[in-house]
């Protein structure tokens, strides 16, 4: 067996740091102002931030100013993490949070007012189908996957998804 001459250059992925976020906007928002930095579960310490900010933000925005704020933040963060996935050379990296946090958004808006044990229930559940990603979770998550406008699409469909499970399950015990 001869060694190649020219073996094919692979790039490095890259391993998102402080001075990586602030290179560039995408990346801030993408990796949810720093949420996504979390050695551990970026993906919890992202959908933390999300109910954290949520909670700041309702003081000050009305109901319809906040599903502006999400009806913005959906564009915003596809491009975010369609920039951030290239940037890391990584389809769908788990530092990226952005889709957490927008998808908690939703689950929020639509729950809110409602005490803490029902948020918390919300975070527990929206955290078991996106961690977990039984079934119609799976599905999205495998549904678009690449770099480029598609896979930035895909980031954000599975924790879209994840977000209506868990908004269904919410349905279904307010019914009971």
Known sequence: MTPELNPPIHPAVIRPNLRFMLSHPAHVV????GSGLAPVAPGTAGTLWAWVAWLVLER???????GMLIAVSLPIGWWACTVTA?????LDPGNIVWDEVVAFWIILWLLLPAGFGAQLAAFVLFRFFDAVKPGPVAWADNLFHGFGWKGGFGILLDDLVAALCALLVIAAWRVL
């Open 30 to 33: 993408a990796l949810g102002f």
């Open 60 to 66: 000050w925005l009305s109901p319809g100013e906040l």
């Open 86 to 90: 290239a940037h890391m050379r990584v």
